[in-house]
T-cell receptor, first 109, second 114 residues
Framework: SQQGEEDPQALSIQEGENATMNCSYK?????LQWYRQNSGRGLVHLIL?????REKHSGRLRVTLDTSKKSSSLLITASRAADTASYFC?????????FGAGTRLTVKP | DSGVTQTPKHLITATGQRVTLRCSPR?????VYWYQQSLDQGLQFLIQ???????AKGNILERFSAQQFPDLHSELNLSSLELGDSALYFC?????????????FGPGTRLTVL
């Protein structure tokens, strides 16, 4: 069963715009990770944020975590057509890792 | 390229059959994870091995089994296959046993059960 729920399920934007995806979860976590998947390919790890962290940056990616609301957001700034992919959050609680259903991002050139 | 290899890339078989999927982790990684991705169930964690021993179990059916060999490669065995087993099967590896570390995913094996 899945723990994280991404919102929205699908997002379509123009190149250069920012994209924000949200992830909500139900139980306590040790950390939360974001992964990207190009169609039919394996997942690629983007960023990990620990439960005691509130914000993390990596290049054009910004991740926030609000443990009181049990939610996280992934912001991709200045999006590019190459960012078109599905984005998944994964919650880690002890030795249990659960993925959400993903957000399908389409960036139009 | 993540460094994780999976074979075969595609597999087409019939209901009731048995198949074996193979995974070689990144050099130096001791943990191997198996996932199933289907349209209706999303990405499901199946099982994790660390240095040859089972470490964590997810939504793995009794018809499925896995093992990790001394050279650290892993195999996922799927038996008495059903139509609903059609999915992408991913293997991932990580350096240690904790689920919270970065996992590196292979390209997947697409299984079609007819």
């Amino acid at each position: 069963s899945q723990q994280g729920e991404e919102d929205p399920q699908a997002l379509s934007i123009q190149e250069g715009e920012n994209a924000t995806m949200n992830c909500s979860y139900k139980t306590s976590i040790n950390n939360l990770q974001w992964y990207r998947q190009n169609s039919g390919r394996g997942l690629v790890h983007l960023i990990l944020i620990r439960s005691n962290e509130r914000e993390k940056h990596s290049g054009r990616l910004r991740v926030t975590l609000d443990t009181s609301k049990k939610s996280s957001s992934l912001l991709i700034t200045a999006s590019r057509a190459a960012d078109t992919a599905s984005y998944f959050c994964a919650t880690v609680n002890n030795n249990d890792m659960r993925f959400g259903a993903g957000t399908r991002l389409t960036v139009k050139p | 390229d993540s460094g994780v290899t999976q074979t075969p890339k595609h597999l087409i078989t019939a209901t009731g059959q048995r198949v074996t999927l193979r995974c070689s982790p990144r050099s130096g990684d001791l943990s191997v994870y198996w996932y199933q991705q289907s349209l209706d169930q999303g990405l499901q964690f199946l099982i994790q091995y660390y240095n040859g021993e089972e470490r964590a179990k997810g939504n793995i059916l009794e018809r499925f089994s896995a093992q990790q060999f001394p050279d650290l490669h892993s195999e996922l065995n799927l038996s008495s296959l059903e139509l609903g087993d059609s999915a992408l099967y991913f293997c991932a590896s990580s350096a240690d046993s904790l689920a919270g570390v970065t996992q590196y995913f292979g390209p997947g094996t697409r299984l079609t059960v007819l």
